[in-house]
């Protein structure tokens, strides 16, 4: 099955009314173990007109082996790109959706340092929910847009980016406890991940409100 190759149909035509497109997207939302993180790419004018990157599509959708040169190739075309995190701690007290907010305000937050103005943009938030808004953020405009990831590039860009990131951090956490294997489940609900927490307990990186040893598989 042929699948779709995400455009700029949609960041062209928010770039005739805003100076710039910041797409956001979610990486790690149904993990057990590990932070949420958001990635958070922009595009201008000038990015919109340019090719988009071989083989850049929603992070589900790339081959793990070459997810880390789409996400450099991705990084390089935006003309800016940032990673926010929410802490397994984090979750447990606010819960998910409030900590994806908390995660992109701080993804914008980091593109500021960078010399992004995001009340000069738009920003399209990859779901039917903005919960960047809900979170506290002010002078941010949001739009929420089913299947970004899929269709719009620049939210594919910000979906490859945060994956590559969050990826990197869990085989990190491997390395401290390797009893879980995050390296290779990085934190989703594999039957292996449960069966180490069934044997082991869980540890500090774990969602502790969360339904953990017969939780559902999420791959």
Not at 96 to 109: M, Q, V, Y
């Given at each position: 099955?042929?699948?779709?190759?995400?455009?700029?149909?949609?960041?062209?035509?928010?770039?005739?009314?805003?100076?710039?497109?910041?797409?956001?997207?979610?990486?790690?939302?149904?993990?057990?173990?590990?932070?949420?993180?958001?990635?958070?790419?922009?595009i201008d004018a000038a990015r919109s007109r340019k090719r988009i990157p071989l083989g850049l599509r929603d992070s589900k959708l790339v081959p793990e082996p070459k997810r880390a040169d789409v996400a450099a190739r991705a990084a390089s075309w935006v003309s800016a790109s940032s990673v926010g995190w929410?802490?397994?701690?984090?979750?447990?007290?606010?819960?998910?959706?409030?900590?994806?907010?908390?995660?992109?305000?701080?993804?914008?937050?980091?593109?500021?340092?960078?010399?992004?103005?995001?009340?000069?943009?738009?920003?399209?938030?990859?779901?039917?929910?903005?919960?960047?808004?809900?979170?506290?953020?002010?002078?941010?405009?949001?739009?929420?847009?089913?299947?970004?990831?899929?269709?719009?590039?620049?939210?594919?860009?910000?979906?490859?980016?945060?994956?590559?990131?969050?990826?990197?951090?869990?085989?990190?956490?491997?390395?401290?406890?390797?009893?879980?294997?995050?390296?290779?489940?990085?934190?989703?609900?594999?039957?292996?991940?449960?069966?180490?927490?069934?044997?082991?307990?869980?540890?500090?990186?774990?969602?502790?409100?969360?339904?953990?040893?017969?939780?559902?598989?999420?791959?």
């Amino acid at each position: 099955m042929t699948v779709a190759e995400p455009r700029l149909t949609l960041e062209r035509k928010l770039l005739q009314e805003h100076a710039i497109v910041i797409a956001c997207d979610e990486v790690g939302r149904g993990a057990l173990a590990g932070p949420v993180a958001v990635g958070a790419a922009v595009i201008d004018a000038a990015r919109s007109r340019k090719r988009i990157p071989l083989g850049l599509r929603d992070s589900k959708l790339v081959p793990e082996p070459k997810r880390a040169d789409v996400a450099a190739r991705a990084a390089s075309w935006v003309s800016a790109s940032s990673v926010g995190w929410a802490s397994s701690a984090e979750i447990d007290e606010v819960g998910i959706i409030r900590a994806l907010g908390l995660a992109s305000i701080r993804a914008i937050a980091d593109l500021r340092a960078l010399g992004v103005v995001p009340e000069d943009a738009i920003v399209i938030l990859d779901g039917n929910y903005d919960y960047i808004t809900a979170a506290g953020a002010r002078g941010l405009r949001v739009r929420p847009v089913i299947k970004a990831d899929r269709d719009c590039a620049s939210a594919a860009a910000a979906s490859v980016i945060a994956k590559v990131a969050r990826d990197a951090l869990m085989t990190q956490l491997h390395d401290e406890l390797p009893a879980y294997n995050w390296a290779r489940n990085k934190g989703y609900a594999s039957p292996d991940h449960r069966e180490a927490i069934r044997e082991h307990g869980i540890s500090a990186h774990h969602r502790a409100t969360w339904s953990m040893g017969d939780a559902p598989t999420l791959f």
